[in-house]
């Protein structure tokens, strides 16, 4: 009796610890799709007051500067020559032009050039055919001397 016990124990184990590895992989998955489902309602409530005309113009306001015709804007800047009471800049917000701000734009251009004058070895990849590049010219053959049998 004890030996069918233990035979049906070891049977039992193995799917035993894939059903709790199930479980926990659910429960994970379903965490997931919740915070899902709040993101995409959270996103959706954006699209909502992106669609509202007053909310374009606050935001066209606050974060560009803008004014409405016939208005007169002014900032306000410090000693220091930075604008005082601006929250937000867009290029603080754009990575691609933070990553740009300490190069000049010449020595990208520099560097461009010097990048296509001399590119770099590529690794010939299987099944795409190659130029070949023109040889260095041969001098033409120099013609024998005449034959006299043949004048």
Do not use: C
Not at 128 to 139: D, F, G, H, I, N
Request: charged share 20%; hydrophobic share 35%; proline share 9%.
């Amino acid at each position: 009796m004890g030996a069918a016990v233990l035979l049906v124990l070891v049977m039992i184990t193995p799917s035993l610890g894939i059903y709790f590895s199930q479980r926990s992989q659910i429960s994970r998955i379903q965490e997931g799709k919740e915070q899902a489902r709040a993101s995409i309602s959270t996103l959706q409530d954006e699209v909502k007051r992106w669609h509202d005309p007053d909310y374009v113009r606050a935001q066209a306001r606050s974060q560009l500067g803008w004014v409405m015709p016939g208005e007169t804007g002014y900032q306000v800047i410090g000693e220091d020559g930075k604008v005082i009471g601006s929250t937000t800049s867009l290029d603080d917000k754009d990575p691609a032009t933070a990553a740009r701000a300490g190069t000049d734009w010449w020595k990208q251009v520099a560097r461009s050039i010097e990048d296509a004058d001399h590119p770099a070895p590529s690794a010939a990849v299987a099944g795409v055919a190659t130029t070949p590049r023109p040889s260095a010219p041969t001098p033409p053959a120099k013609p024998s001397s005449p034959n006299p049998s043949h004048r």
